[in-house]
């Protein structure tokens, strides 16, 4: 069974918005299982094979207990592990602080081996860094927020 990422995306997704308590997804390249727990969501396993690192427990705060920063927020255009410098041992692209422009890279996030350019959504100053480098994001998930210039 072949499955794309933006397959797994749309399926999460429905889950998200539908009344399934738990889901399981297993082929010869993933597994992956989601639970719901009143209003929030528990990512337990994603891509356990195709990643090498054991994906972490991630937890997504339901919108009753958000609390939205005063900037912009980029978020997560897909599942994978984030990484803040283009390779090891290498100055990360940005630190709180930094001033960025539009289209600057922000970081990386690896999914099933292809890199992904995380870019900058507008010219500013990056406020928040909400991820660490090496950490398993959620699709969607809140990584940077950029106080946009006026």
């Known amino acids: ?25 297993e082929t010869d390249a993933f597994r992956l299982a989601v639970e719901k727990e009143t209003a929030k969501t528990y990512v337990k396993e994603a891509f356990e094979k195709a990643i090498p690192q054991k994906a972490e427990v991630l937890e997504t705060a339901s919108p009753a207990e958000e609390i939205k920063p005063d900037g912009r927020e980029v978020k997560a255009p897909l599942v994978g592990t984030f990484y803040s410098s283009p390779s090891p041992g290498k100055d990360a692209y940005v630190s709180v602080g930094k001033r960025v422009k539009k289209g600057d890279t922000l970081g990386l996030i690896e999914a099933m081996k292809i890199m992904n350019e995380i870019v900058s959504p507008a ?6 860094i909400l991820v660490e480098n090496a950490d398993f994001v959620a699709f969607d998930q809140t990584l940077f927020v950029i106080k946009e210039d006026a």
């Not at 399926?11 to 539908?18: A, D, M, N, T």
């Not at 010219?123 to 928040?128: A, H, L, R, S, T």
């Open 1 to 25: 069974m072949d499955i794309s990422l933006k397959d797994i995306e749309d399926l999460i997704e429905r889950f998200e918005k539908g009344s399934l308590k738990s889901l399981e997804l």
């Open 123 to 128: 010219d500013g100053i990056v406020e928040e």
